[in-house]
């Protein structure tokens, strides 16, 4: 009996470690594909054009396609927060439309949106894993460990930050009476492999086709008493900026579930697009999720002036919550990083404060807003910035978590 359940828990943690390399070889697609639609509808096409509007128009078409595609298949995936409450609340996550999910997760980030690719992924990689989960004999009695496994691994390819995929899903809370999610020692085990396994694939695929996935490293890390003392202000900074995001979010949830309400989501689609167009006509960087906007920052900032970094800055939380209430579905961790580098970098040009520093603790007292997860946004922030800043982040984060700002409401809906 004894040897029969050795057997059953060394073939279930195999069946973790070849799930996370199974979620990194999806992950790593996605993004590739992603990258390859981007590059052709916004390097290739335009190089042999010559068309003010251009973004105008693509991005209208984009909306256009979106709208019609959600129409047909009703295929709209969940915000990453969604995702995470639908497995741990009701132990199961649909599975009926994989590819309709992908595809509608694929369109708005190759058409430019300021969104995230977190969301759509975590949705289409749990719904695999229920269905596989089901059919597997080793894991079919332990599938809500599985799917914790899987959600670890999932966050851990899609940000490349093993660190954040395992800690991020324990610091998850449903409503104000439920405890946070707790792990035993067999959970920790198997989330660890999967997180592990899933890793190693990404590094062995971006070694092999010679490509990179993550967030960019910022350096200039001059931390003297006159960043100390700006310390604690530049958190509440950081955290009012994620209550400004939150704001947006409010307004325009209220603006689009009344166009969708009233015109069906095709016409909200469309708008949400001719929005982004236009904002990206004048200030390219608002548009797409904010990877290669991070690169473009470190090595020229200095073409900005501070004031308008913070400006480029709060129009992408305004932009993000346009595209995600319109009906352009995707996560907003990413853009909302970029948010806060920019935001942090004017307020460095401005106030002759250290660039990094400033970033830093801005974007971390954003995200601790938004997230309410403190340690979770440090790990997460350990892939731009240096692990002397890690105090500061965590302060940042925790005064942002602390912060009321009642968005719960708008989690658990489609609009």
């Given at each position: 009996?004894?040897?029969?359940i050795?057997?059953n828990?060394?073939?279930?943690?195999?069946?973790?470690?070849?799930?996370?390399?199974?979620?990194?070889v999806?992950?790593?697609?996605?993004?590739?594909?992603m990258?390859?639609?981007?590059?052709?509808?916004?390097t290739?096409?335009?190089?042999?054009?010559?068309?003010?509007?251009?973004s105008?128009?693509v991005?209208?078409?984009?909306?256009?396609?979106?709208?019609i595609?959600?129409?047909?298949?009703?295929?709209?995936?969940?915000?990453?927060?969604?995702?995470?409450?639908?497995?741990?609340?009701?132990?199961f996550?649909?599975?009926?439309?994989?590819?309709?999910l992908?595809?509608?997760?694929?369109i708005p980030?190759i058409?430019?949106?300021?969104i995230g690719?977190?969301?759509g992924?975590?949705?289409?990689?749990?719904?695999?894993c229920?269905?596989?989960?089901k059919?597997?004999?080793h894991?079919?009695?332990?599938?809500?460990?599985l799917?914790?496994?899987?959600i670890?691994?999932?966050?851990?390819?899609?940000?490349?930050?093993?660190?954040?995929?395992?800690?991020?899903?324990t610091?998850?809370?449903?409503?104000?009476?439920?405890?946070?999610?707790?792990?035993?020692s067999?959970?920790?085990?198997?989330?660890?492999?999967?997180?592990?396994?899933?890793?190693?694939?990404l590094?062995?695929?971006?070694?092999?086709?010679?490509?990179?996935?993550?967030?960019?490293?910022?350096g200039?890390?001059?931390?003297?008493?006159?960043?100390?003392?700006?310390?604690?202000l530049l958190s509440?900074?950081?955290?009012?900026?994620?209550?400004?995001?939150?704001?947006?979010?409010?307004?325009?949830?209220i603006?689009?579930s009344?166009?969708?309400?009233?015109?069906g989501?095709?016409?909200?689609?469309?708008?949400g697009?001719?929005?982004?167009?236009?904002?990206g006509?004048?200030?390219?960087?608002?548009?797409f999720?904010g990877?290669?906007?991070?690169?473009?920052?470190?090595?020229?900032?200095?073409?900005?002036?501070?004031w308008?970094?913070i400006?480029?800055?709060?129009?992408?939380?305004?932009?993000?919550?346009?595209c995600?209430?319109?009906?352009?579905?995707?996560?907003?961790?990413?853009?909302?990083?970029?948010?806060?580098i920019?935001?942090?970098?004017g307020?460095?040009?401005?106030?002759?404060?250290?660039?990094?520093?400033?970033?830093?603790?801005?974007?971390?007292?954003?995200?601790g807003a938004?997230?309410?997860k403190?340690?979770?946004?440090?790990?997460?922030?350990l892939?731009?910035?240096d692990?002397?800043?890690v105090?500061?982040?965590?302060?940042?984060?925790?005064?942002?978590s602390v912060?009321p700002?009642?968005?719960?409401?708008?989690k658990?809906s489609?609009?």
């Open positions: 009996m004894y040897k029969k050795l057997i828990n060394i073939m279930y943690y195999l069946v973790c470690g070849l799930s996370g390399s199974v979620i990194a999806i992950v790593w697609t996605f993004l590739r594909l990258h390859i639609g981007i590059n052709l509808i916004w290739q096409i335009p190089e042999s054009l010559n068309f003010k509007y251009y105008l128009v991005c209208a078409i984009g909306g256009l396609i979106l709208g595609f959600q129409k047909l298949t009703n295929a709209i995936p969940d915000e990453l927060d969604t995702v995470i409450a639908k497995v741990k609340k009701d132990k996550y649909p599975y009926d439309k994989i590819i309709p992908c595809i509608s997760a694929l980030l058409f430019g949106g300021s690719p977190e969301a992924l975590t949705g289409v990689i749990v719904g695999l229920y269905w596989a989960g059919n597997m004999k894991a079919r009695e332990r599938i809500p460990e799917m914790n496994a899987v670890s691994s999932s966050l851990s390819s899609i940000f490349y930050a093993p660190l954040f995929g395992l800690i991020a899903p610091e998850e809370k449903f409503d104000n009476t439920e405890k946070s999610y707790s792990i035993n067999s959970k920790m085990l198997s989330n660890f492999l999967a997180v592990l396994f899933s890793i190693g694939t590094f062995f695929l971006n070694t092999l086709f010679g490509v990179s996935i993550g967030l960019p490293r910022i200039d890390y001059t931390i003297t008493n006159k960043e100390r003392l700006w310390g604690i509440i900074l950081g955290a009012l900026f994620g209550v400004l995001y939150t704001l947006f979010g409010k307004v325009t949830y603006i689009f009344k166009i969708q309400s009233k015109y989501i095709i016409v909200s689609t469309i708008l697009g001719i929005v982004l167009g236009i904002m006509m004048y200030m390219p960087l608002v548009m999720s990877e290669a906007g991070i690169i473009e920052l470190q090595t020229e900032y200095q073409k900005y002036t501070g308008a970094l400006t480029i800055g709060t129009l992408k939380l305004l932009i993000t919550n346009v995600i209430k319109s009906g352009w579905k995707g996560g907003h961790f990413f853009p909302v990083i970029f948010c806060g920019s935001i942090g970098y307020l460095a040009l401005l106030l002759n404060l250290s660039i990094a520093f400033c970033a830093a603790v801005i974007t971390a007292g954003l995200l938004t997230m309410k403190p340690l979770s946004v440090t790990l997460l922030l892939l731009c910035f692990i002397r800043i105090p500061w982040m965590l302060i940042a984060a925790f005064i942002g912060i700002t009642k968005q719960e409401a708008l658990d489609n609009i």
